[in-house]
């Protein structure tokens, strides 16, 4: 007689009984259950024993086993004076939610901000992860500003001059602009933003107590004279801008206007936060070298990650600055969480340093560049007024502009109904938006997937039609 078998076979016919039966509920006898699972009475009675101690079933001695009593649920306790103690809540918190929020079972995602399942290297990165977990050395304390070799890496990647002592290693890119803000400014600050923005900087900003205030932008990316402007009215020290394939517009900051950012930033004694999130995500062409490549005086603060490029779930990030800047950076990332994980840090220098990585960065341009255009083929089959005057060259998403009257936040929640999921434009403004827009992802949806996700967007966009 196999016992264990057969133990299993009676914790599962009882557990079944019971999940079904009320409480109160008698269950099989142990002579019933030893010749039902021809087990012994001690296995019997042990697998009693068991469900007793997981709640599921009460044994009362000299009368049998019974479904056991679940404990009544104590009443919901008032918890409205939390209403009061907590104050308003924080702007962009519930946007932030609904951003990061996973796609329901049979919804075509055209929104989010990392790549699909597909796109990911996670058979290198599980590997790499999988050898480092067996290294001891792997477990034990670095530095809080990171691994030396991988700070290394990320200032030989860069080309920007900053050197591996300028760089603080931090959980993803998210982590470095909260730290960054915190470092370079104090509550009540303001912050300059290019207008539409990326909505996790516009949330962290105002976690931070800054003040935001938006420039204007178009395709060619901020404008010079407005930012010099803004940096007069309103004495700002500090400059978050994406100058390559921004998030969410897709603008990249052009050649003609680098030098007038820069010598706006430089005139009025400030930081500029260049977020180079989408220096792997190149579709055609090259791109420019960053702005901090050109900044010996160090007012570039430079912001680089791998989690956009490979995977969600690789924290990994660097942010530094050259001179006191860099010190501040480093002290707030040490406030905010010690360091990051050895044993992530040492998987994500083997793979970034491995051939995977050269690979991974060449496929993942030529699937961006099939989606997109698979993306752009179906707008133009069933919305053209849609498609984008300038398609971007690089980055994840399309930024369209609907039609004069549209409620862009309405929309998205028609599409959601139709079952594919976009996300409105509104959130992205830090003042009121010139016009409805919707940001589109095509980094999230197989290929074959978007001809249905947009004509299901057009039915909920025909629904919203004044």
Known sequence: MNDGNAAARVIQDLRSRAVAGPAGTRLPSVRQLTARHSASPVTVA????????????????????????????????????QTVA????????????????LPPAGAIPLSGGYLDADLQPTGALGAALARVARQPAAWRRGPAEGREDLRDWFARELRTGLRARDLVICPGGQAALSSAFRALATPGDTLLVESPTYLGALAAAHAGGLRVVPVPADRDGVLPDQLAAAFARTGARLFYCQPLHANPSGASLAAHRRDAVMAAVREHGAFLIE??????????????????????????????????SA??????????????????????????????????????????????????????????????????????????????????????????????????????????????????????????????????????AAPDQMDEAVRRLARALRDDTP
Do not use: N
């Open 86 to 101: 907590l104050g308003p809540g924080r702007f962009g918190e519930t946007e932030m939610q609904a951003l990061l929020a």
């Open 275 to 308: 977020d180079d999130y989408a220096r792997d995500l190149v579709i055609d062409g090259d791109a420019p070298p960053p702005l901090a490549a050109g900044d010996p005086e160090g007012h570039v603060v430079y912001l680089r990650s791998l989690t956009k």
């Open 46 to 81: 042990a697998a009693i024993r068991a469900l007793a101690a997981e709640g599921l079933v009460e044994a009362r001695p000299g009368r049998g086993t019974f479904v056991a009593r679940q404990p009544a649920a104590p009443p919901p306790g008032d918890l409205s004076w």
């Open 311 to 444: 995977a969600p779930e690789l924290r990994i990030a660097a942010i530094g600055a050259r001179g006191p800047a860099g010190a501040r950076l480093r002290s707030a990332r040490l406030l905010d969480d010690f360091f990051v994980a050895g044993p992530l840090q040492q998987a994500a220098l083997e793979f970034v340093t491995g051939p995977g990585w050269g690979r991974h960065l060449r496929t993942l341009r030529s699937s961006l560049r099939v989606r997109r255009e698979a993306l752009l083929c179906a707008l133009r089959r069933h919305l053209p007024g849609l498609v984008p005057a300038r398609i971007p060259r690089g980055g994840l998403h399309l930024w369209v502009r609907l039609p004069d009257g549209a409620d862009d936040t309405r929309v998205a929640a028609r599409a959601a109904a139709e079952g594919v999921i976009v996300f409105p434009g509104r959130p992205w403004f830090a003042a009121e938006p010139p016009a409805p827009h919707l940001r589109l992802t095509y980094a999230a």
